[in-house]
Each structure stands twice: as structure tokens, then as C-alpha cells.
């Protein structure tokens, strides 16, 4: 059973532009988390997606938001990216039946502002 | 969701059982414990949760005190490859994906 898939694994951006990240959940899991991980801060939720609705939301700006398909798969863009953005970014899956375990994390995209 | 409480680091010898404390005293009722491990560069993986019993798995064991007010991971035979940051969790039972990762504790296997 194929994991979480993610892509791009690395990328490298300048301050100001934007960017599009995309996670590929496992087959059959409808939800579909994205994390943000620093140094500074750790791993904070950003949102949460399922059945192509926006379920929950972190607390971050505007300029982060996401979307999913049809096919359960999720992009998050960011927008007028700062040097603050950079980091690994994170997606997760899960289905949500009951007894089922925790999240599947993808192994994340590492984005730098430069 | 309640708030985790873990120590910064650990250390243990391979071989032998690694011991990982989470407090997490405001936890309630409908709230189950959570455990992650994160190698570097990685993504979290999935460990084990609960509500109130012990469990077990292939990967450890789960303690949970009777007053659900503090929990133990056990990885009964660590090797190098367990060396990682361990994160307790406390979520709700409501559908949501919002996971609340604190610092974690570093586990170190040392030969």
C-alpha cells in the first residue's frame, strides 16, 4: 500500500513570489492535514481538509491556504512567500473509520526562501 | 485538547527497555493519548493511542494510569534505529486532523 506521497521534496523560492505544494494521500483516506515544521516553532497545524471542505484551521495567515480534489488529493499554496516561510511542510492522511490508527505522515517538502 | 507535559531527553542502552514519561493531568473524559515518533528529516510516524486501557502493538506498549493524568510508552527492546523525538499527543474523539505537537522528548540509543 503506497504512503503518503509528496511533492516537490525540496524547492527553493525568493521572498515575494509563491508556491504550490501537493500531497497525495493514501488510497481510500479522505482527510488530509498539512503541518508546518521549524526549528523555532516545531511542527503547527495549518489546516485540515476533507471531502474537498475545509475542516479546521491553524493559526496562520492568510497567505497560506489549500484545497482539496475530488480524488481526496490536497494542494497548499503560499502566497508573497517571506524568509520566515521557510520549512519542511508537511501532509497527513487518515481515514476516518472508526478504530482506524493516527495520521500517515507523508516525508514532507522542504521549502527555502531565499 | 488537553496540554502534554515530557522531559527534553532521554537516554537508553540498546537492548533495553526505553521508558518515555507524558503528563498530561487536564485530560478529559472523551480525550484519547496519542504517540508519535519523528526521525530526522522525517515525517512523524504513528506509534500507538489510547483511552483509558493499556494497549500494545508491534512497535510498544502503552501504560496509562488510572486517573489518566499521566502515560508511559514503553519500546521494550530499543535498538539505534528508535533514536528520535517521541511526542505524546492528547486528542479528542470529534473527526478533526488537528494534531497539537509539543517539543517532545529525544530519545537516545546508545550502543
Known amino acids: 500500500k503506497a504512503g503518503v506521497t509528496q511533492t516537490p521534496r525540496y524547492l527553493i523560492k525568493t521572498r515575494g513570489q509563491q508556491v504550490t505544494l501537493s500531497c497525495s494521500p493514501i488510497?481510500?483516506?479522505?482527510?488530509v492535514s498539512w503541518y508546518q515544521q521549524t526549528p523555532g516553532q516545531g511542527l503547527q497545524f495549518l489546516f485540515e481538509y476533507f471531502s474537498e471542505t475545509q475542516r479546521n484551521k491553524g493559526n496562520f495567515p492568510g497567505r497560506f491556504s489549500g484545497r482539496q480534489f475530488s480524488n481526496s488529493r490536497s494542494e497548499m499554496n503560499v502566497s508573497t512567500l517571506e524568509l520566515g516561510d521557510s520549512a519542511l511542510y508537511l501532509c497527513?492522511?487518515?481515514?476516518?473509520?472508526?478504530?482506524?490508527?493516527?495520521?500517515?505522515f507523508g516525508s514532507g517538502t522542504r521549502l527555502t526562501v531565499v | 485538547d488537553a496540554k502534554t507535559t515530557q522531559p527534553p531527553s532521554m537516554d537508553c542502552a540498546e537492548g533495553r527497555a526505553a521508558n518515555l514519561p507524558c503528563n498530561h493531568s487536564?485530560?478529559?473524559?472523551?480525550?484519547?493519548v496519542y504517540w508519535y515518533r519523528q526521525i530526522h528529516s522525517q515525517g512523524p510516524q504513528y506509534i500507538i493511542h489510547?483511552?483509558?486501557n493499556n494497549e500494545t502493538n508491534e512497535m510498544a506498549s502503552l501504560i496509562i494510569t488510572e486517573d489518566r493524568k499521566s502515560s508511559t510508552l514503553i519500546l521494550p527492546h530499543a535498538t539505534l534505529r528508535d533514536t528520535a523525538v517521541y511526542y505524546c499527543i492528547v486528542r479528542g474523539s470529534s473527526n478533526t486532523g488537528k494534531l497539537i505537537f509539543g517539543q517532545g522528548t529525544t530519545l537516545q540509543v546508545k550502543p
Open positions: 488510497s481510500g483516506h479522505r482527510s
Open positions: 489510547g483511552l483509558k
Open positions: 487536564t485530560i478529559s473524559g472523551n480525550e484519547y
Open positions: 497527513a492522511s487518515r481515514s476516518e473509520m472508526t478504530g482506524s490508527p493516527g495520521y500517515t
